[in-house]
């Protein structure tokens, strides 16, 4: 999909006015009118419809979709353009959108000059205006969603190694904890080994980052491992191929976890993965 500008959407202003009025296919747009806005009319008509603004009926008629509805039916430059930069976010999940999270000049900064232009005629640029703010906050709040949603992802990857590399060592099929309880403190429950049918409890970390990735600890997994009987720590390098796995003990997390001190009470702690960076190697699957 091609990058959202002031000129591409002010296009698809116009086409979805059309669709909006008239009883045209997508064929029949393209071909009577060569151009919207100075954009060729078949990229306005593939934007639109990527983002999901327009759409076929089941007889081909080009038709809005409820998104390109509450579109057109917005009163104004401005906040038409705040919404297409909305929508086109949820569409395409750009990479420059999790800048959000750190504030309005990492967005500037980073989603290149044509973005940064749509920003800027949307009037989100700068000043404190209670909608400005209230963009933002969607922004950072959209940010925060794609780098948890990225993070989960990145983390069950490392629980699907880890259920893989117990079953080749132990012979055994693991339980999957995480899946049915994120609350317990830690992901897989396995065996000590073939010869002992000890259980194991397994947090696991992971990292797509490689030495440079941290692991996050939270008080409760820590309390968690602690007070287990047999447990240890998978931290996965996923930026390797085949991925790297190091096995740490409680006794050698130990060194890396806070204690409390006074009145305060400590929540989380991150570890960088390189200070296990003796411990990685090639993990047998199979």
């Known amino acids: ?25 997508f064929g029949q747009i393209v071909s009577s009118f060569s151009h919207f806005s100075a954009i060729r009319s078949d990229e306005i008509v593939s934007f639109a419809q990527e983002t999901g603004w327009a759409l076929s009926s089941d007889d081909g008629v080009a038709m809005l979709s409820p998104a390109g509805e509450r579109l057109v039916a917005l009163e104004g430059y401005e906040p038409m353009l705040r919404q297409v ?13 999790q800048c ?28 404190f205006g209670d909608d400005v703010v209230e963009f933002w906050d969607l922004l950072a709040a959209r940010a925060r969603g794609l780098r948890d949603a990225s993070l989960a992802r990145i983390g069950r990857q490392g629980e699907r190694l880890t259920i893989a590399y117990e079953e080749a060592r132990t012979g055994r099929k693991p339980k999957w904890v995480a899946v049915n309880n994120n609350a317990d403190g830690y992901d897989v429950l396995s065996v000590v080994g073939e010869g002992d049918s000890r259980s194991l409890s397994i947090e696991v970390k992971a990292s797509a980052q490689g030495a440079a990735g941290a692991l996050h600890l939270t008080r ?67």
């Open 1 to 25: 999909m091609s990058a959202i500008t002031p000129g591409l959407a002010l296009g698809c202003f116009d086409m979805l006015r059309l669709v909006g009025r008239s009883r045209l296919t």
């Open 220 to 286: 409760n997994e820590w309390e968690m491992a602690r007070d287990r009987m047999v447990h240890e720590f998978h931290l996965w390098d996923i930026a390797s191929e085949p991925p790297l796995l190091a096995r740490v003990s409680v006794e050698q997390m130990a060194g890396h976890v806070p204690s409390d001190a006074g009145s305060g009470r400590w929540e989380s702690v991150s570890v960088p993965f390189k200070v296990f960076s003796g411990m990685f190697g090639a993990a047998r699957l199979s």
């Open 100 to 127: 959000a999270a750190h504030g309005r000049s990492k967005v500037m900064s980073f989603a290149g000059t044509r973005v940064a232009q749509v920003i800027v005629e949307a009037g989100l640029a700068g000043g």
């Open 85 to 97: 930069l909305l929508d086109h976010i949820d569409a395409v999940k750009p990479a420059w959108v």
